[in-house]
């Protein structure tokens, strides 16, 4: 529950305009407090006690964790809302895939290798999992040491699993330095572990049974000083899970309830039976929450969906992605190839690109700006009107390119053929498929009408 | 500090909505919490069903994958519904491409023959999506609805276009309403609004649009999150509705499907 800043000034010493803090009134900087554009440090009066407990108001309501270091961290937390239509999400969940000590040093391999080598190229960015869980199963200590010391050679950011508490922190002992989360502390080992937690500080991912089970284990954590946490409620099927996942939520943004106040970790790795069942499993944690994912294993074809998900959902909804206004060569299109017309909402530009890509035609794409709107959204906000799209076509400069002067307008905004017309005397106006799916159907007969 | 289970409870109750007749009719709606959310306070009577899509001609552009498990079917609209219900769907959901003056531009008078005949032939409700020609729905829909008086279909695309002459036909004639509108909450009140001038709410059911996993999904996930919350939670009238995602051609027309 975000303070505000008109509670935050009446614990300001309201000196008599000192303004050491570079703001005019004890108001101005409260106010600038309550929406993170100043820092705490900036006012020099404050006691000891009113600062620190006003860092713990500021906070924000869902802790910033970091697992791992460099180029491979993954930072989780910092949420700010429970519906993404409400603001964004912030930080998309890290994927992990699960290895056991357990498993063949071949199979070790390959996991790793899929981790550092699965990626996907997707509208400009490289879509890949991040993190390595590593779980002690073997019952051999050593062994599952050197897994953790092969792991750790990768870089990658890690998740150390060990009901064995000892076998926990020698493993981390082996890399300490990259950060990686400590998993399961639970009301039985708690007292054993602080201690050593804060011998070499790293994250820690606490279980209890039930988010009751919870609470009391992380306000003894940050009694102690240790305030990196992770949660994991133990939901035991998917219904109870999208129960706790969004009762943690709600309570840390809703109810500014602190000891709730961490990101969470799901286990679909182990609540499902086969692997389809728990990438679908996965799904549901992107939208419903999840900081942390840990599937069994993965391939190209489960993984790139899930991968999309996230970026998807992940997507800051306030700004439309969108590309910039000009003429887009598809191939290298020479002067008689055909030339069509969309909107620079990036969606739209993509699926109009890849649909002409793949007739193999080469040819001129123009792309209108509408402020990042679809072509049809964008005629109805008056963004895609004939007089418009007419003046873009003059300024594109496309004219110099060309020799047939036909435009192919989408059929979906069929009515401004008239219009446009009028605004480009001299040009042809033709009208094309309603939807980019159908290019495929009617670009190759559209060019033989050009070619004659 | 005391941790309270952070329950909600709602004003907002979604209308129920029937579609079908007699031993078919199927209640969907009528839900007062947002979707999976069991633990608040409320409930959900009717859990979400499911339909499989038959179009009214073969397809030309479909990837095998999907036509697979359908056989020899596909060659006929009404065989093809009824391999449909061998598969256990709750309802069948024919979409009148042939009438597409893009595709074949059949006629209103056939269309609304084969819709007739599915309806009487199949067992479960069937749902009529026209081809989204907002001018040729205008002549197909309301001979549908006419020709199949009684039988409470749903049917759409109802667009801002046609909703007036498409919309009049489904009230006269029985049936419920799909209201359409592109992928905006603004719109889709506004169409809303109108049609319910003539139209009762418990008549209409929302298309708000669907998008594939990356062609969008965010922007439809989103809607329909906001549609069920102003419905729900906030009680807005014109969507405290059910909501209909046709999403199968949206993810396999996807260049990853084929």
């Given amino acids: ?5 008109s509670e935050i000034v009446k614990m300001l010493p309201g000196r008599k305009p000192c303004k050491d803090c570079g703001f005019p009134t004890c108001f101005a900087f409260a106010m600038k407090l309550a929406t993170g554009g100043a820092a705490l440090d900036k006012c020099p009066y404050l006691s000891p006690e009113v600062k620190a407990k006003l860092e713990d108001l500021l906070a924000p309501a869902i802790k910033l964790v970091t697992i791992g270091t460099g180029d491979n961290k993954v930072q989780v937390g910092n949420e700010e809302v429970i519906y993404r239509h409400e603001k964004t999400y912030v930080h998309p969940p890290g994927i992990a895939i699960l290895i056991s000590d357990k498993e063949s040093d071949a199979k070790v391999d390959e996991k790793i290798k899929k981790v550092k080598e699965l990626q996907f190229p997707w509208v400009g960015l490289m879509l890949k999992a991040e993190l390595l869980a590593l779980q002690f199963e073997s019952g051999d200590r050593n062994k599952f040491l050197a897994l953790v010391k092969k792991a750790s050679a990768s870089n990658l950011g890690m998740i150390l699993i060990s009901q064995d508490l ?21 009301k039985e080992n708690i007292d054993q572990a602080i201690p050593k937690i804060k011998e070499k500080p790293t994250p ?61 970790i799901a286990f679909p790795c182990f609540m499902a039976k086969d692997g389809l069942k728990e990438i679908l499993t996965a799904s549901v944690f992107i939208n419903k929450f999840a900081a942390l994912i840990v599937l069994s294993d993965f391939d190209q074809f489960s ?23 000009k003429y887009y060569e598809v191939g290298e299109p020479d002067a008689s190839a055909p030339v069509l017309i969309t909107s620079n909402w990036a969606l739209t530009y993509f699926i109009v690109y890849s649909a ?42 496309i004219e110099s390119k060309i020799k047939n002067k036909k435009i192919v307008l989408p059929g979906r905004v069929a009515r401004i053929k008239g219009e446009l017309e009028d605004a480009l005397p001299g040009w042809e106006v033709v009208i094309g498929p309603r939807e980019a799916a159908g290019i495929g159907a009617f670009l190759p007969e559209y060019v033989k009408t050009l070619r004659k | 500090m005391e941790y309270k289970a952070p329950k909600e409870a709602y004003k907002g109750v979604v209308r129920e909505v029937t579609i079908g007749k007699g031993d078919k009719a199927l209640k969907i709606g009528g839900e007062n919490i947002l979707p999976l959310h069991f633990f608040d ?49 709750d309802a069948v959901c024919l979409t009148l491409v042939s009438t597409d003056p893009a595709e074949k531009d059949a006629p209103a008078d056939g269309a609304a023959q084969l819709v007739k005949r599915m309806a009487s032939e199949i067992k479960k409700p069937l749902i009529v999506y026209g081809s989204g020609d907002e001018k040729k729905d205008a002549e197909v829909l309301p001979k549908v609805a006419q020709v199949c008086a ?72 989103s809607l329909i999150e906001r549609v069920k919350q102003i419905g729900v939670i906030t009680k807005d009238s014109m969507t405290m509705m059910p909501i209909i995602a046709n999403l199968g051609d949206e993810c396999w027309k996807t260049k990853q499907a084929k």
């Fill in chain 1, 1 to 5: 529950m975000p303070i505000s800043g």
């Fill in chain 1, 166 to 186: 000892d076998t926990l922190f020698a493993a981390r002992d082996l890399c300490a330095d990259q950060k990686p989360l400590l998993y399961p502390i639970t």
């Fill in chain 1, 204 to 264: 820690v991912g606490v279980r209890g049974a039930s988010i009751e089970e919870l609470i009391p284990l992380t306000m003894k954590l940050k009694e102690a000083g240790v305030d990196d946490a992770i949660l994991d409620p133990g939901s035991k099927n998917l219904m109870d899970a999208i129960r706790d996942q969004t009762f943690i939520r709600r309570a840390a943004l809703k109810q500014g309830f602190r000891p709730l106040g961490y990101p969470t």
């Fill in chain 1, 303 to 325: 993984l790139l969906p899930l991968l999309v998900q996230r970026l998807n959902i992940y997507t800051d909804p306030r700004f439309p992605m969108a590309v910039e206004e």
């Fill in chain 1, 356 to 397: 002409i890509e793949s007739t193999k035609i080469p040819s001129y794409l123009l792309v209108k700006d509408t402020e990042g709107l679809g072509v049809l959204t964008g005629w109805a906000a008056g963004k895609f009107t004939g007089d418009q799209v007419g003046a873009m076509v003059k300024k594109s400069g």
């Fill in chain 2, 41 to 89: 306070e409320g409930s959900l009577p009717n859990p979400p069903r499911f339909a499989l899509e038959v179009l009214d001609m073969e397809p030309a552009d479909k990837v095998p994958h999907l036509l697979e498990p359908f056989g020899d079917a596909i060659s006929d609209p009404i065989k093809w519904a009824k391999k449909c219900e061998t598969f256990g769907v």
């Fill in chain 2, 150 to 221: 009684g039988e409470n279909l749903l049917i759409g695309p109802v667009q801002k276009e046609n909703y007036e002459v498409v919309g009049k036909a489904i009230l006269d004639n029985g049936h419920v309403a799909i209201a359409q509108s592109p992928l905006d909450i603004n719109l889709l009140k506004e169409l809303n609004v109108k049609l319910c001038k003539f139209l009762p709410p418990e008549r209409v059911v929302i298309d708000p649009l669907s998008s594939a996993l990356g062609y969008g999904i965010e922007y439809s996930f």
